[in-house]
């Protein structure tokens, strides 16, 4: 689940061969019963294979049954149902789908026909000029509101989506009957976005929301620094709707909380909020955009992305506030599920939860302290928050709290950034796109990466 952050902020593994009818009767919530046995002395390759094999498993077989997109979480707290499926935690999993299919937890053709069933329920499920809601019913396709006004259109949702759809067309390549209809049908699906509908009239920023019953009462214009860089390469780099570079220099450029350029704990932070704020910050837009040797006129997004984690780990290790368990081994504020609710962790915002995604989705950035913290999740803390569907959101050991649940959008970067930690392979699919390489030349970024 997306929860606005500045809201948030201000104001507080399967047999290749398994059918989708198969995977119904095995999805159910996971549960202290179901946790698997630990497994001891593995090396540093099989603990990461496990890892991202088990979480994949959240987005195979607890996948919905009709429309192959990902359930929003494990669980139904916050009366949500099991028909809710997000947009943006289906496009962290399908590039997860992609790392299964590579490293051969799952058959290719097999893969390719899951997820074109997945982009036909798409092509029929509602949308907004082109562009889809947060929740989307799994069975009919039907907007599921988020809140009381935002009722449909969400671009940062559609852009993670998409982020994803796009790596799914970029790797199935197979001149066949699947993987071709499965192309063309991303594509269809990428040329109805209306990124400049998004402008507000021909405003010089992109806002995050529109509905055909509230309009732009949401009102959010999208500002950086956050997680929703993404949202504006995408927009760049769109052939029939795309913006110009002024949306993104005078819009996402354009905050009292885009540049930072001070220390913390003596690592310099480029961008963003004073100890960078959740680390999610720093994952969901470079689950496909190569953050190395990527840079603008604005920042260095590796140093950025590195030092951001950097931070956050120095924080926990040091622990002001003296929770339990802080420490060299155990980091990693970002937002997930809490004792009392959801929250958006930060060093500014800490009460005590650790959330594994956070340590594990900077594997890229922070690979020895990544693998410090596995370790302590998996060995030493395994019966507590290790499940059938890889690690639990969140625990406080502080408050002897354990999550029973798992959140998409928390689960999919696990698997993607090992994976670009491991091989770079979404990576290499995104950077590949000639779409993406025009709309980073057009925002002015330069990459190795961009020919």
Not at 185 to 195: A, F, K, P, S, Y
């Amino acid at each position: 689940m997306i929860i606005n952050i500045f809201c948030l902020m201000f104001v507080c593994m399967v047999a290749p061969g398994m059918s989708l009818a198969q995977k119904k009767q095995t999805a159910q919530p996971a549960s202290k019963n179901t946790r698997p046995a630990i497994q001891k002395n593995l090396s540093d390759d099989q603990l990461l294979d496990l890892v991202q094999k088990q979480t994949f498993r959240y987005f195979w077989d607890f996948a919905h049954p009709v429309s192959g997109m990902a359930r929003e979480r494990s669980n139904t707290s916050f009366d949500y149902g099991h028909e809710v499926v997000t947009s943006g935690g289906t496009g962290f999993g399908v590039m997860g789908v992609i790392v299964a299919t590579e490293r051969k937890w799952i058959n290719r053709d097999t893969a390719a026909k899951f997820l074109l069933k997945m982009v036909r329920f798409l092509s029929k499920a509602d949308s907004y000029h082109g562009v889809f809601p947060h929740w989307l019913n799994g069975a009919t396709g039907k907007t599921i509101a988020f809140s009381r006004k935002d009722d449909a259109a969400d671009l940062v949702e559609t852009s993670f989506l998409f982020q994803g759809l796009l790596c799914v067309r970029q790797y199935f390549n197979l001149e066949n009957a699947v993987e071709s209809e499965l192309r063309r049908r991303i594509g269809w699906l990428w040329d109805e976005v209306e990124w400049n509908w998004f402008t507000r009239g021909g405003q010089d920023v992109l806002y995050w929301h529109w509905s055909p019953n509230n309009g732009w009462a949401m009102n959010f214009p999208v500002r950086g620094f956050n997680e929703c860089l993404i949202m504006y390469v995408l927009a760049a780099s769109g052939e029939r709707y795309s913006v110009p570079a002024s949306v993104y220099h005078r819009g996402w450029a354009q905050s009292n909380f885009f540049k930072n350029g001070k220390e913390f704990y003596g690592i310099k932070l480029p961008l963003g909020f004073d100890y960078g704020g959740p680390l999610f910050f720093s994952h969901y837009s470079f689950l496909g955009l190569d953050p190395r040797g990527l840079k603008d006129q604005y920042a260095d997004y590796w140093e950025q992305n590195r030092n951001h984690t950097l931070i956050n780990r120095e924080y926990c290790v040091r622990n002001p506030k003296g929770f339990k368990g802080y420490g060299p081994d155990c980091w990693g504020l970002t937002a997930s599920d809490t004792y009392n609710g959801y929250n958006a962790h930060s060093p500014d915002n800490d009460f005590g939860t650790i959330s594994p995604t956070a340590a594990l989705s900077a594997f890229p950035y922070t690979p020895e302290y990544s693998m410090q913290a596995l370790k302590h999740f998996y060995n030493d803390l395994g019966d507590k928050i290790w499940s059938e569907y890889g690690f639990v959101d969140a625990f406080n050991e502080t408050k002897d709290w354990y999550a029973d649940s798992h959140l998409a959008i928390d689960q999919g970067p696990i698997i993607v950034m090992i994976e670009n930690h491991r091989s770079g392979l979404l990576w290499k699919l995104f950077m590949e796109i000639p779409q993406i390489q025009q709309g980073l030349k057009k925002l002015g970024f330069e990459s190795p990466k961009i020919k």
